[in-house]
């Protein structure tokens, strides 16, 4: 059985993550195959969104502590990322927009998962949490550089130290996620939403990843001359001439990413 189930339709590519047995808990095989398919869609000009999700009741439960690393061996000891920094990398610099499709419990490093994606959506009955303080371990995969960007630092200290439940209302309501749909619509509500984004222009949406992930880290000159460079590159596409003509004969735009 696949550990990833890779589908693309209509230019979004749904990521499936395919242990329901184990709740979608991350191995060896997992990390890697997602890892691939993170950068392939990111070459892919067919693809204009990425859409992660879990199948089952889970969304990914972190680490499968049925196969702890042993950081026995020299690879694993001089290694400075592990799979869960490339994980996260994988998500920041996959120049699609990612969506994190929250269908079931996130926890550990399956919730960094959902945080290091662009924009999270969540089924009301799915719960979230950070989890790590309950195994004895800190967190890992970017825990502790989304968690509060999002939401604060207080708040992201309190959930790490109590690796509490936060349910699908508090998380929306604390900015985790940009919305909640219902059980028996989240996968529709979420593939309409992607759909939507798949129409947009993909040259702006990949330079608009771009600058909001450096954002984060550089001064504002550096994002003003980032911001005036990527707006010269989009002025030069025909996406642009295609937005114009939209506007001005009043109908929707037609974006074909050249």
């Known amino acids: 059985m696949n550990e990833l ?18 709740l979608n808990a991350i191995n060896d095989a997992l990390s890697k195959q997602l890892e691939d398919a993170l950068a392939q869609a990111s070459q892919d000009d067919t693809v204009r969104v990425v859409v992660i999700t879990g199948n089952g009741r889970a969304f990914c439960t972190g680490l499968d502590l049925t ?25 920041v610099h996959c120049d699609k927009p990612v ?8 926890a550990g490093a399956g919730f960094s998962l959902a945080l290091a994606c ?16 309950h195994r004895g371990l800190s967190p ?28 699908a209302e508090e998380a929306e309501q604390i900015g985790l996620v940009c919305n909640v749909f219902s059980d028996e619509t989240f996968r529709e509500s979420t593939l309409d939403f992607a759909e939507g984004l798949a129409q947009g222009p993909p040259v702006a949406l990949t330079l608009a ?20 460079a990527s707006i010269k590159t989009c002025f030069g596409t025909d996406d642009v001439k295609e937005g114009v003509q939209a506007f ?4 929707k735009p037609l974006f074909r990413g050249k």
Request: proline share 3%; net charge negative; glycine share 8%.
């Open 5 to 22: 189930i890779i589908d693309t339709q209509d230019g979004i590519r749904t990521l499936t993550l395919n242990r329901p047995e184990r």
């Open 99 to 106: 969506i994190a499709a929250i269908n079931g419990v996130a």
């Open 248 to 251: 001005l004969e009043k109908r």
């Open 209 to 228: 990843k771009r600058l909001l992930v450096t954002s984060s880290e550089a001064d504002l000159p550096t994002i003003l001359k980032q911001e005036y």
């Open 118 to 133: 662009d924009l999270c959506f969540m089924s009301e009955s799915a719960i979230v949490k950070t989890g790590y303080i």
């Open 67 to 91: 196969a702890v690393p042993s950081f026995d061996t020299r690879h694993e000891q001089l290694d400075d990322l592990g799979w869960v920094g490339r994980q996260a990398l994988g998500i």
């Open 140 to 167: 890992d995969a970017g825990m502790s550089y989304f968690l509060p960007r999002l939401v604060g630092h207080a708040r992201a200290t309190e959930m790490i130290f109590t690796g509490r439940d936060v349910n």
